[in-house]
């Protein structure tokens, strides 16, 4: 027994590390920095988009995810603005690829998110990273796109262990129900003030082409901040009042619970920890050729 005991804490403590070994970079913001930032006239982006500019650089370059990747940016919550119109999630994270050089693939409304989880699964497409659209501007995540978006924490999940970067935006329950789904040890509150923000340790060393003035007042209001056991989360800035508001890491950031070194999960609402391994073998033997674009349609601007 203590044989089989020691063989099964070398399993684990093996798959803990080759999580940490393949996942991918995590950037997640109590901010709406969608809808304060905009494009100048030569095409450069302002104030918040320069932040989701530099930001979405950074995951990019920290993406391990095996196989061909056939978009760079898919967009949860988002459909493409090709004017670029300010206070529009999907021109602020359409403007920021553009400068980039990256292609996004806009995945709108529920069905939509449902529909392209199917196809992750299927290996029809391989993103390098997921970007949801957060709250407070247009044309981002509503009520239904949040549920679906929890629905499927799981998977996004699997996405990140495999290599594939995360960034999220936004308040309440449509923007972070997901997160509370792998990690309810962490509670999002709403008390943020970017006056004065700062980038920690850990974040300029995760992110290094933030800085300060990408984070604080100077590119827009931040609206929620992060308490709790963030577990293989860190924080990467701290609001003016020092509280956590952008949390996550660099290439290896781990968020789901239950693995060696991370919080416990609570007796019920995620997943047991001794299936996590295989939860791991599955995402990160994938093999995920071609790709499907996936739109859905939005009859007015959405506003949380």
């Given amino acids: 027994m203590l044989k089989l005991l020691k063989t099964s804490a070398l399993g684990l403590a093996v798959a803990a590390a080759s999580m940490s070994a393949t996942a991918g970079p995590v950037i997640l913001g109590g901010d709406d920095l969608t809808d304060h930032g905009s494009r100048s006239a030569g095409g450069a982006n302002l104030e918040g988009w320069l932040y989701i500019e530099k930001a979405v650089s950074n995951v990019l370059s920290g993406v391990t995810r095996a196989g061909a990747i056939t978009t760079d940016i898919v967009a949860l ?3 493409a603005n090709p004017a670029f119109i300010a206070s529009n999630a999907g021109g602020a994270i359409g403007s920021a690829a553009q400068v980039l050089g990256k292609s996004v693939t806009y ?43 929890t629905a499927n924490a799981a998977a996004i999940n699997a996405f990140g262990v495999s290599g594939g970067g995360i960034m999220a935006h936004g308040s309440g329950v449509a ?25 920690t340790a850990a974040g300029q060393a995760a992110f290094p082409g933030l800085s300060n ?7 827009g209001p931040c609206h929620s901040s992060f308490i709790g056991n963030f577990g ?4 990467l800035a701290l609001d003016g009042q020092g509280r956590s508001y952008i949390i996550g890491g660099g290439a290896g950031t781990i968020i789901q619970c239950g693995q060696p070194g991370q919080p416990p999960c609570p007796p019920t609402g995620v997943p ?26 939005k009859s007015a601007a959405k506003r949380a």
Avoid: H, K
Wanted: proline fraction near 5%; include cysteine; charged fraction near 15%.
């Fill in 77 to 79: 919550g988002s459909a």
């Fill in 107 to 149: 995945v709108d409304g529920a069905a939509a998110i449902d529909a392209f989880f199917v196809a992750l699964a299927a290996g029809t497409i391989n993103p390098g990273m997921l970007w949801m659209a957060g709250t407070g501007a247009s044309n981002d995540l509503d009520s239904s796109e949040g549920l679906s978006l």
């Fill in 175 to 199: 923007a972070y129900g997901w997160l509370s789904a792998l990690l309810p040890t962490i509670t999002e509150v709403g008390q943020c003030d970017s006056d004065g923000a700062t980038l």
């Fill in 213 to 219: 003035n990408d984070v604080n007042q100077n590119a």
């Fill in 232 to 235: 293989g989360l860190q924080t």
């Fill in 272 to 297: 047991e920890p001794g299936s996590l391994p295989l939860v791991v073998l599955a995402a990160m033997g994938l093999a995920l050729p071609g790709l499907r674009r996936l739109r859905g349609d």
